[in-house]
Antibody, heavy 118, light 111 residues
């Protein structure tokens, strides 16, 4: 069974940093592209970042470029999102999503809440 | 403001057919596949339609997708109370260095 489990969310002050993790199981993690998608309270989905299966290709939304860094460790079946210089508008539930080139975002984690507030 | 435009709300009675539109541009819907996601209250999104009109296994055939030019639609026939959810369209956008874009979401209410 495919499982994606996010962790690392919490309360952080503006300007602070946080590192999110996504533990994958039930599939060959190294064969799949991965993404982070976030959802601010009461708002819609916003794509945040993409990483290819090898980690060689990375994309970011303009809203997080230069502040967030996506990475992966295929040996540990894990996806990461390093978030620096956090702002109030980064407050959201962050989901990791498996990216099947054929099916799109075919599996999602349950999400982890990041709250940026003083 | 989302790159893909969806109506904020839609509604229907049980058994009815409802459609949700998604409008984009030549750099996203016009040149790439459209995907639809269903988000039930308090849960993570779930893939509903892929590659414009394909249903993953387990998704009832009451759900169908279509695409024409720079617009797409999700149709739900035989509406059921459990279909009450938020629906999002998404597509890859070729502009700039490439990125995924989502619609703002449509809240479907079953009256």
């Amino acid at each position: 069974e495919v499982q994606l489990v996010e962790s690392g969310g919490g309360l952080v002050q503006p300007g602070g940093s946080l590192r999110l993790s996504c533990a994958a199981s039930g599939f060959t993690f190294s064969s799949y592209e991965m993404n982070w998608v976030r959802q601010a309270p009461g708002k819609g989905l916003e794509w945040v970042s993409y990483i290819s299966s090898s980690g060689s290709t990375i994309y970011y939304a303009d809203s997080v470029k230069g502040r967030f860094t996506i990475s992966r460790d295929n040996a540990k079946n894990s996806l990461y999102l390093q978030m620096n210089s956090l702002r109030a508008e980064d407050t959201a539930v962050y989901y990791c999503a498996r990216d099947s080139q054929y099916y799109g975002f075919d599996y999602w984690g349950q999400g982890t809440l990041v709250t940026v507030s003083s | 403001q989302s790159v893909l435009t969806q109506p904020p709300s839609a509604s229907g009675t049980p058994g009815q057919r409802v459609t949700i539109s998604c409008s984009g541009s030549s750099s996203n819907i016009g040149s790439n596949y459209v995907y639809w996601y269903q988000q039930l209250p308090g849960t993570a999104p779930k893939l509903l339609i892929y590659r414009n009109n394909q249903r993953p296994s387990g998704v009832p055939d009451r759900f169908s997708g279509s695409k024409s030019g720079t617009s797409a639609s999700l149709a739900i026939s035989g509406l059921r109370s459990e279909d009450e959810a938020d629906y999002y369209c998404a597509a890859w956008d070729d502009s700039l260095s490439g990125h995924w874009v989502f619609g703002g979401g449509t809240k479907l209410t079953v009256l």
